[in-house]
T-cell receptor
Framework: EAAVTQSPRSKVAVTGGKVTLSCHQT?????MYWYRQDTGHGLRLIHY???????EKGDIPDGYKASRPSQENFSLILELASLSQTAVYFC????????????FGPGTRLTVL | GEKVEQHESTLSVREGDSAVINCTYT??????FPWYKQEAGKSLHFVID?????DRKQSQRLIVLLDKKAKRFSLHITATQPEDSAIYFC????????????FGLGTRVSVFP
């Protein structure tokens, strides 16, 4: 079965601090995505990647960077965490070649104080 | 960019009845429309999808209808069961799936006996 794992599962960060969220997939998928989920906003795409060493901006990239060092790993980096970045973050992966089912990780609950 | 509106924020249905969730989208180039389910405290998982080359798709008790003219699609959950209680998200994307999904805000479905 497809497997996407995220770490940490929850984190409390201070305003202005650096936060790195990690995602690992064992699906052999080329495509990986970072979404955030807020109450009242559903899920919104932050960054995505379709090949190692390359990332693309999604719909809400401001304040976030992404890194894809290998096919299996995709990180989301908050260089200067802010209160507004408190949310649940989901990583997902999908197969190549057009619209396909996405497999989601368990999510990371980030609280910025 | 694409916007997806999910019309029902909550639905309460009696066990055995049908639940219908309606979504509309704005981008005429969107051609892939998946649905995801999120159970309490868990991540999202794929339930069914439809592509723009068909107007109806069924998978067991789930039926998805697509009206491209009206830019509307809907999920019908027939013969509802308690395990259908969850939040359901509709989404849309262009065939260039690398760009990720645009999600609706979600519909909380509660099935009561």
């Amino acid at each position: 079965e497809a497997a996407v794992t995220q770490s940490p599962r929850s984190k409390v960060a201070v305003t202005g601090g650096k936060v790195t969220l990690s995602c690992h997939q064992t699906n052999n998928h080329d495509y990986m995505y970072w979404y955030r989920q807020d109450t009242g906003h559903g899920l919104r795409l932050i960054h995505y990647s379709y090949v190692a060493d390359s990332t693309e901006k999604g719909d809400i990239p401001d304040g976030y960077k992404a890194s894809r060092p290998s096919q299996e790993n995709f990180s989301l980096i908050l260089e200067l965490a802010s209160l507004s970045q408190t949310a649940v973050y989901f990583c997902a992966s999908s197969d190549a070649g057009g619209a396909r089912e996405q497999y989601f990780g368990p999510g990371t609950r980030l609280t910025v104080l | 960019g694409e916007k997806v509106e999910q019309h029902e924020s909550t639905l309460s249905v009696r066990e055995g009845d049908s639940a219908v969730i309606n979504c509309t989208y704005t981008d005429t180039a969107s051609s892939y429309f998946p649905w995801y389910k999120q159970e309490a405290g868990k991540s999202l998982h794929f339930v069914i999808d439809i592509r723009s080359n068909v107007d109806r798709k069924q998978s067991q008790r789930l039926i998805v209808l697509l009206d491209k003219k009206a830019k509307r699609f809907s999920l019908h959950i027939t013969a509802t069961q308690p395990e259908d209680s969850a939040i359901y998200f509709c989404a849309a994307s262009r065939n260039n799936y690398a760009q990720g999904l645009t999600f609706g805000l979600g519909t909380r479905v509660s099935v009561f006996p």
